[in-house]
Structure formats: C-alpha cells, structure tokens
C-alpha cells in the first residue's frame, strides 16, 4: 500500500509572499488532515476533511491559511501572506478507521 | 483544555539500557492514546493505540501501557535503531478536540553503541 505524499519537500520563502502545499492521500482513506509541527513541539492540528467536507478548522488561521480537498482526494494548503512564524513543517495525515492516523513526509517551510 | 505532558524531554541510553518513556494526559473523554515515533526529517510513524486502562500492547522492543492519567512506553534492551523521538497523543470524545490528535512535544531517545 502507497503511503501518503507530499510535496514539495522544502520550501523557501520572504515574509509576505504565498505558497502552497500538496498532499496525496492514501487510496481509500476518507479522513485527510493537516497539521503544522513547530521545531520541538508535536503536531498541531490545523485542519480535518471528510470525504470533500471540512469536519474542523478551528485553529487554522483563516485570515491567511486556507485549504481544500478536491474531489475527495488530493487536498492542497495555502499560505497567504506567509509570516516568519509560519516557519514549520506542514504534515498530512489520512485515516481510515477514526483513530489511526497515518503521516506522510512533510513540507518544511522557511520563511525569511 | 485536553492536555498531554510527556517527560524525560531527552533521554540517552547505552545499548541494551532498559527504560521507559512517560505520557502524562487530561483529556475529556478518553477514545484513544496513540505513539508514534517520529525520526529526523520525516512524519510520525504509528506505533500503538490504547483504548483502556489496563491495556498494554507489544512490538519488538516495545511496549505501550495506559493507566487512567498516563501511559508508559517501555523499552526494552535498545539497539541504536531505536534512536528517534517519541510522540504521545490523545483522542477524546468531548469538546474542542472531539476525534483530533492533542500531541504532547516528545521525548528524543537517542541509544548509543
């Protein structure tokens, strides 16, 4: 079974410009989730889909991030304006059953 | 606020040195207590879940315990590849975080040769 991919990997960016993640979940899982780890805490959920739906997004900060999920599958996050506390490796997860979670690489974003 | 403290932060092991990691938690309604081990520069990589107190799971060197405020992750006689840190997480029923992962910060486990 594939895993979940991310892309792109690394990412480089000034204060004030946009960016965007990518994220392909694994086949048949209906849950994706985005969640934006800081260098020495744990994951932060920022945003839960269902199917094409948005179950959750009480912490994403929705003056500059957004995100969707099209058609159920690949879902992509978006930050704009990005500041320099945005600095952080964005994760996807999916899931299949309500509790586990499965995580692909990352994204790590630096913003200067 | 559901919340989940794990502890040592940091913990550094000769090979074959037994331990165990701590998860301290509050949480609403417990439906579940994940870890994950997460090595440099990758996503967490599942492990466990508990859904009760009293329950433990195994696998390999390591197994998971959960009481009604913590868990343990117990390692036993470490090899090098075990280096990497460990995530705690709760699940709970209620609230804010109903059906969200609350992650503590981890502890870094590094096991020397």
């Known amino acids: 079974e594939a895993g979940v991919a991310q892309s792109p990997r690394y990412k480089i960016i000034e204060k004030r410009q946009s960016v965007a993640f990518w994220c392909n979940p694994i086949s048949g899982h209906a849950t994706l989730y985005w969640y934006q780890q800081i260098l020495g805490q744990g994951p932060k959920l920022l945003i839960q889909?269902?199917?094409?739906?948005?179950?959750?997004d009480s912490q994403l900060p929705k003056d500059r991030f957004s995100a969707e999920r099209l058609k159920g599958v690949d879902s992509t996050l978006k930050i704009q304006p990005a500041k320099l506390e945005d600095s952080a490796v964005y994760l996807c997860a999916n899931s299949f059953t309500p509790y586990e979670q499965y995580f692909g690489p990352g994204t790590r974003l630096t913003v200067t | 606020e559901d919340q989940v403290t794990q502890s040592p932060e940091a913990l550094r092991l000769q090979e074959g040195e037994s331990s165990s990691l701590n998860c301290s938690y509050t949480v609403s309604g417990l439906r579940g207590l994940f870890w994950y081990r997460q090595d440099p520069g990758k996503g967490p990589e599942f492990l466990f879940t508990?859904?009760?107190a009293g329950e433990e799971k195994e696998k390999e060197r390591l197994k998971a315990t959960l009481t009604k405020k913590e868990s343990f992750l117990h390692i036993t006689a470490p090899k090098p590849e075990d280096s990497a840190t460990y995530l705690c997480a709760v699940q709970g029923s209620y609230g804010g975080s109903q059906g969200n992962l609350i992650f503590g910060k981890g502890t870094k486990l590094s096991v020397k040769p």
């Open positions: 889909f269902q199917n094409n739906g948005v179950v959750d």
């Open positions: 508990l859904y009760s």
